[in-house]
């Protein structure tokens, strides 16, 4: 009979809002006991550069542990390409192979030493496997790529979170370069409609040249002090089609247009990308 071991990948533990969910100690017993249950025998992997991670493990470890980061860890990613879409893994300092696939951003890059790391732990040959990861394909709504009009490309994102938000666009500015990237975005969250996150708001949106924001009228918060934190980059819509035509009337070819909710948007980016190649408003 094969063995295959019990194997749990810790990769994230963010904690920027403790407005709402102050017991952080709390959340950490929560994972301390998923790491209690995994056998002596199999394996734990968990993010290096995660510290709130390395404080759970500090409460106790009975399980073998490797590590996964780009800037530490025993499994690494050297970027061949600034936005994540080519990079070398090493395990211990040995590299085993270059991959390169659709996908951008840090965090993808992340995912992909995790899912390594596991695969590793259960007998793959990842030197074999890295070819694979050419094929892969993201799940809808995590930058999913509508279409390409008159030089203009149309995203749908599911962004929920700042922290979502700022390593997204990241991602995409390292891969667009100095070309413009145009943000439609539904603050559709329960915390992102409470405000809870509206001081990381703005500094999420860096990377973004001009934001569109949906300000319907049952959103409980002002919304114009994200909108100044911008410095004129940012506006507000009452509708989806005040929405949808101010970013129409912006986008210029070379742009990358980029629609973020974790909400249907009332189609949004899909409509956005019909006018776009209809010419319609």
Excluded at 58 to 82: K, Q, Y
Excluded at 217 to 223: F, G, H, S, T, V
Excluded at 249 to 264: I, K, L, P, Q, T
Aim: some cysteine; charged content about 25%.
């Amino acid at each position: 009979m094969h063995y295959r071991p019990t194997i749990a990948i810790l990769n994230n533990l963010e904690y920027d809002h403790a407005d709402i969910f102050p017991d952080v100690a709390a959340i950490q017993r929560q994972f301390h006991h998923l790491v209690r249950t995994v056998p002596g025998n199999g394996r734990l992997i968990v993010n290096a550069e995660d510290a709130r991670l390395a404080e759970v493990l500090a409460m106790g470890c009975w399980t073998p542990v490797e590590s996964f980061g780009i800037d530490a860890g025993d499994w690494r990613a050297r970027l061949i390409e600034a936005d994540g879409s080519a990079f070398v893994v090493s395990h211990h300092g040995r590299e085993l192979g270059a991959a390169r696939w659709n996908l951008s951003g840090r965090h993808n890059v992340m995912n992909a030493l995790a899912a390594l790391a596991a695969a590793h732990a259960a007998g793959a040959d990842i030197a074999r496997a890295l070819p694979a990861l050419t094929d892969f394909r993201n799940v809808a709504r995590r930058m999913e790529l509508i279409g390409e009009h008159a030089g203009v490309r149309v995203y749908d994102d599911f962004a929920h979170h700042p922290t979502a938000i700022a390593t997204t666009l990241a991602g995409l500015r390292a891969r667009a370069g100095d070309a413009r990237i145009l943000v439609g975005m539904e603050l559709r969250s329960n915390s992102m409609r409470m405000g809870a996150h509206a001081d990381e708001l703005a500094p999420s949106l860096r990377d973004a040249d001009a934001v569109v924001f949906l300000k319907r009228a049952e959103l409980p918060w002002e919304a114009s002090r994200v909108v100044g934190a911008l410095e004129g980059r940012g506006r507000t819509a009452a509708s989806v089609d005040e929405l949808l035509a101010a970013l129409l009337d912006g986008a210029r070819a070379g742009d990358h247009v980029v629609f973020m909710s974790n909400g249907g948007f009332e189609d949004a980016p899909r409509r956005f990308f019909a006018a776009l190649a209809t010419g319609k408003q």
